[in-house]
Every structure is written in C-alpha cells, then in structure tokens.
C-alpha cells in the first residue's frame, strides 16, 4: 500500500541521528479505500475455512524466515540494533507455528446442545469482526505490528496495521514477503504514517488492538467508544521486581540484567524499579551494578556489545529529565549514569541507582531506557506496598528460594503477569493468559488461548424443534 501515499515524513535513523528515510503518509481517504478492499476480501477468508487459513499462515512463517535476512536488516537500520531484530524475526515464525497448533481446538464449535427448554436445541457460531484494526509502537516493530494480527487472522477477520511512524522501514519487506504468500495480500494491509493514519484506522475498523503509550491509548478508546467498536488497549508500565531476603542472588542479578536492559531498556514489561530486603540491599546492588556494568553499547560496530541506541528522539530527553531529578533529590549511579551521544545517537550507558526514593520521576514514570533504580523494603507488607504504589500494572517479579512465599506475594501484586525467580518472561512466554491492571491496558488478554476471543462474536441459534412456544398469549 505505500505506493499510493502522496505525502511523505522524514525519519531519522536512530544510530546517526539524522533522517534517511522517507516515510509514505496514509492520508484518511486511502485508509479507508484499504479497508473497503479488506472488507470486500474478508468473507473469502473467512468462507475458505480454518485449514486454508492455517495453511496460509504456515505458509507465512516460511517466507517469513525466508526473507529472514532483509527483514533483519530492514528492523536494524529501524531501531539501531541487531540481536533484538534477529529475535524478533525468529520469534515470530515461532509464534506463527503455536498458533497453528493451538487454533483448531480453541475455534471448534461446541456440539449442539438442549437448552433448559427441552425442545429448544442451541448452536453457536463464531462470527469474526470484518475488519481487526492493529496500530503499534516502535520498540519492538514486528512482533507488535503481528502479536495481534495473527489470532485475528485465524479467527477469521481481515487486518489493517499501522506501524510506528519511528520505525516503519521494515514495512515494504514485509509487504514483499506477505505478496508471496497465496490468499494473505488480499487481507493482511499495512498503512503507515502517524497520528492522523491511526485516527483513520479506528475509524475504519470493527475491532482495534492498540499498543503504546497511556497517553495515546486513551484517546484511542476514546475515540473508539465514538465509532462503537470494542478496543484492547496494551500500554505502558513501570514494572517492580522484589528480591526476598532469601532469594538466589546471583540468579536474581543474572535475570535482572537481562529483565532491566534488554533491547536497552525499551521494552513495555522491563523491571524499572527493584525493591529488595534491606538484609541483603547493599550486597545485591553491588553485585547488580557490577553485571550491568559488563554491558556494553553496541558501538561502534552493531555487534560490539549488547545494549543499543535509544530509539525513538522523543525519549532521550524524558531519560534525561529522570535522571536529573534523581541526581537532584540524592540518587546515586552504582554504574553507568549518563546519556552519550554516540556518533549522532543517544545511547544511555546501563545505569543502576541506589539511594533513589518513591516520589522520584524515575520510580513513578515510565523512563523506558536502561536503567534501574534499587530500593530497600523492611518487610514483605511494605514490599507489596511499594510494587503496588504506581499507575501501571502491567508485570512483575518475585525472587525467593520460598516457592509458597514468592505465589503469596505474586497473588498480591496489582499486575497481569508476575514472573518467579525470573524477570520479564511475558517477553518470551506468550501462552499464558493476563490482562493489565491500572493504566497497562484494557480489553481482552493478547496471551494464551483468549486472544483469539478477542476477533469474533458468539452468536446462538435457538432452533424450536417442538411447537412454537405455548406462551400465556395462546387462546
Ligand atoms: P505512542 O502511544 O506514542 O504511539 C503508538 C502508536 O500510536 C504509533 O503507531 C502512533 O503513530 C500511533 N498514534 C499516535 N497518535 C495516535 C492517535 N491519535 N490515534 C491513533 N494512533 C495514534 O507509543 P510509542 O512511543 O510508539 O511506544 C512506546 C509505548 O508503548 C510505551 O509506553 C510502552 O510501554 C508501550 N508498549 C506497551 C506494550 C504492551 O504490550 N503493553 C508493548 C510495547 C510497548
């Protein structure tokens, strides 16, 4: 579809700086000319059945790990770096094949049934919406452009995605990818540009699953209670990790690293504050500074290291204000504390701060980098306490050597999804049902086996199989 845009927006490349890119901009009128498209297509799609669907989407991981090397290559020069691109890629065809298995018993018709009234014999049919509306962010393009346009897919809808603005190169070699896939072209379309094509797109669908800030999320449900159309919001978080007195710590350090800096931080279920008991604050904190200080950024080589560029401009300077108002009220980097700009990037060095205080910019927004404050907590109440003071509720974790203890404080904490003795699994476990709690989100889960709840309605037939109803009307 990126043919037909008049209009076009300059990105700049995240690891120099500058633009070089020429983003085409959907304007209102074409978006709703590709939905029409989509709309004519999608009862063939649904018709066809659920093998053909299947088949098309087996046939969609192939190209996908086909066209491996240019979609990497395309999401690199989008978000600066590389490990995280491969992943996505990889990540994907496997999501693909869960949902092959997984979808035949999941969209099953239950058997006809009687109702309570003997004669009345019931069925049910899934209806999908026509058209399943997906507007993304840009820390993970991909997988969040296709998280939620895959169920929807198989259940039976048609998808219009609009992807970031910020990270939207991958889009034509997706596209080259989609266009061998028999049957998908017609009713998989991408549109991109920013705000304005997104509006267009939650005027366009039937159902919209919305992934990004809080901020944005809000006007999108707002404007989709306008349309009348259900709307899954999936949004930001400040997620809280609490280390027990008893918790492996060398295991807690490894999983935090990795929870806390992966794709540097910009990651919607990164750990982003970390409580830990007093007993063992100092040592752990030390002992964390010191792995995260291993890190390295990925520059000037895009292997060199493990930790890459802020992505989108917008966020260094929210990083940047967060750290100052740390630094300000008596937060301390153990390692790392500062924003570098690397040949034209921003790129923060992987930062862990102590002596950081629940009223701190850092502890209440969401500051989406790599960066990590730990905090002290006397008891497991106030533990609790501390995780559940923020907007957001989007995941957690837990570490203790104490299964029953760390569940007992999981089934407290106001979040979807809680890792034990791990962080950040959501990130890779995505067959497990959660919703958020607080400002994360609204709707339906993305995870497990009700996302694809999230594309159709039930509709019931009631067939009178005896006489019409003797009701107290009959003389
Ligand atoms: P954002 O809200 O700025 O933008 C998200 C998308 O919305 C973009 O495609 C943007 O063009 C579009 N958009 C902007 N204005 C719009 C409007 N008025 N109507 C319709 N669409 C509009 O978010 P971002 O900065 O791209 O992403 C970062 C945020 O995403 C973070 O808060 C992060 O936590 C969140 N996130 C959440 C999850 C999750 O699963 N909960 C996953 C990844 C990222």
New binding site residues.
């Given amino acids: 579809m990126t043919d037909t845009a008049a209009a076009t927006l300059s990105v700049r490349n995240p690891r120099t700086g500058q633009p070089d890119y020429e983003l085409p901009v959907h304007d209102a009128a074409q978006v709703a000319a590709v939905a029409r498209a989509l709309r004519e297509a999608q009862p063939a799609w649904q018709d066809g059945g659920l093998p053909a669907r299947l088949a098309a989407i087996a046939a969609f991981a192939e190209a996908i790990l086909a066209g491996r090397e240019a979609l990497v290559a395309a999401l690199t020069a989008d978000t600066g770096r590389r490990r995280e691109s491969v992943m996505e890629v990889d990540a994907m065809a496997a999501t693909l094949r869960r949902w092959i298995n997984d979808a035949p018993a999941l969209l099953a018709d239950a058997p006809p049934r009687r109702s309570q009234i003997p004669h009345i014999r019931i069925e049910e049919r899934k209806r999908p919406y026509p058209v399943a509306g997906v507007?993304?962010?840009?820390?993970?393009p991909l997988i969040?452009s296709l998280i939620d346009a895959v169920p929807a897919l198989i259940a039976g809808c048609a998808v219009l995605v609009?992807?970031?603005?910020?990270t939207s190169r991958f889009v034509p070699v997706l596209e080259r990818v989609i266009a061998t896939v028999p049957g998908l072209p017609a009713v998989l379309r991408f549109v991109t540009g920013?705000?304005a094509t997104?509006?267009a797109?939650?005027r366009n669908s039937d159902v919209l699953c919305?992934?990004?800030?809080?901020?944005?999320?809000r006007?999108?449900g707002e404007?989709a209670a306008q349309v009348f159309i259900p709307c899954h919001l999936?949004?930001?978080?400040k997620d809280a990790a609490i280390v027990c007195a008893d918790a492996d710590i060398e295991l807690a350090v490894r999983a935090l690293t990795f929870g806390s800096m992966v794709n540097a931080g910009q990651?919607?279920m990164s750990i982003e504050r970390c409580y830990v008991h007093r007993s063992i604050h100092d040592k752990f904190a030390a002992a964390l500074a010191a792995s995260v200080g291993r890190l390295r950024h990925c520059h000037p080589g895009l292997d060199d290291g493990e930790i890459g560029p802020i992505i989108?401009a917008i966020q260094a300077p929210i990083v940047q204000r967060h750290l100052e108002d740390a630094y300000a009220r008596g937060a301390r980097a153990l390692t790392g504390g500062r924003l570098l700009h690397h040949g034209g990037g921003d790129w923060l060095q992987p930062t862990v701060l102590v002596d950081a205080t629940q009223d701190m910019a850092i502890v209440r927004e969401?500051t989406?980098a790599a960066v990590l404050p730990v905090m002290p907590f006397g008891d497991e109440e106030e533990a609790i306490r501390l995780a559940n003071d923020t907007d957001y509720g989007?995941s957690g974790c837990v570490f203790s050597r104490d299964l029953e203890r760390a569940r007992r404080i999981a089934g407290r904490l106001n979040a979807g999804a809680i890792s034990i003795n791990d962080a950040a699994l959501t990130g890779m476990v995505h067959d497990a049902p959660k919703q958020?709690f607080g400002f994360?989100?609204l709707g339906g889960s993305?995870m497990g086996k009700p996302s694809l709840q999230r594309f159709y309605r039930m509709q019931a037939l009631l067939i009178n199989e005896g006489e019409p109803s003797p009701w107290w009307f009959d003389r």
Avoid: M, Q
């Fill in positions: 507007i993304s962010p840009w820390n993970f969040l609009k992807p970031s603005e910020v920013a705000g997104g509006e797109v939650v919305f992934t990004g800030s809080v901020r944005t999320g006007r999108v404007l999936e949004l930001g978080g990651t919607c989108a969401e989406f989007l958020s994360s989100g993305r």
